[in-house]
C-alpha cells in the first residue's frame, strides 16, 4: 500500500501550513509500512481522535475510525482493545483534550499498561475555539482567556506520564516527519501504553517553530539510555534545551492480557462475552 490509499474525499479545512498536515503524512507513511511489512492488515487498524483541530484526523484517514467526545479519546480505545485485542489501536488527541478534559484517562491508561499508542498534538493552545490557555500553555503567553499572558506553571506531559508508569515514553515535532515517522512506528509496536508528545505548531495562534527549532535536538543520539528511568526523567525536566526521540521503553505486563489472557471477546456471543468480562472485572 502507498500513503495515498490512506487518503479520504473528506475537505481538509486545517489553515494553510497547519503542522497538523505533518502529524497526518507522518500518520500515512506509518501505517502503510505497518501494512507492507505484514505486521498489520488495514481492516485491523483503529484510529481514534477526540475534539479539537487535531480531532479532524478521524476524517483524512482511511480506517476504522471513531470520533470521540472531547478528552474521551482513551475509554472506547480501552473498550475496543479489550474487545478485540487483535486490533492496533492509534488514540489522537490534542493537548487541552488530552491534559485538561481528559487527564484522568491518561492517567489510568498509562498505569494500566493498556496497550494502545496515545498521540497528542501538542500545539499550547485551545485552537479550534479560537485561543484559550491549555495545561502546556508556556508561561506568559497571551491568549483570548489570559490576555495579560498566562501565570500558570505549565504540565509536563513526559514527566507526567513516566510518573505515572508508561511504558513507552516520547516526544516528537510535527515538522520533523522522518524522526516522527521513526517513532511512531516504535510506539505502535511497542506492547503496552506507547506515548508520544508532538509539538505542532498552530501557525494561526501559537507560531512557535522560530523560538523552538534552535533549542531541539534528537536525544537518542546523545547516547541517552532509554531503558533508565533516572536518565528520562531529568531529560524530560530540560528547559534549556528541547530534547526530542524515545525518553523511556521498558516491557510490563499489559492490561487486557493479564484480564483476558488469550480470549479474543469479539469472537464470543456479545451478550455472554460482556457477561464475563464484567465478572472477571468483579
Ligand atoms: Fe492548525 Fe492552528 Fe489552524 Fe487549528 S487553528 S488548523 S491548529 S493552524
Known sequence: MEMKDFDTPTKNTWCPGCNNFGILVTAKQVLAELVNSGEVKPEEVVVLSGVGCHGKISDYLRVNSFYCLHGRVLPPAMGIKVANQRLKVIAFAGDGDAYAEGISHVVHAARRNLDVTLIVHDNEVFALTTSQVTPTTKVGFRTKSAPKGSFETPLNPLQLMLACGATFVARGFSGDSK??????????????????????????????????????????????????????????GETDRMPLGIFYRVEKQIYEKQLLGDRILADENPANSIKQALLQLM
Not at 188 to 203: N, P
Not at 216 to 223: A, F, H, I, S
Open 179 to 236: 524522526h516522527l515517522k521513526g517513532m511512531m512506528l516504535e510506539a505502535v509496536r511497542h506492547r503496552g501504553f506507547s506515548f508520544i508528545d508532538v509539538i505542532q505548531e498552530c501557525v494561526t495562534f501559537n507560531p512557535v517553530r522560530e523560538k523552538y527549532l534552535p533549542k531541539m535536538y534528537d536525544l537518542n543520539k546523545e547516547g541517552h539510555d532509554d531503558t533508565n528511568f533516572s536518565a528520562a526523567w531529568s531529560k524530560a
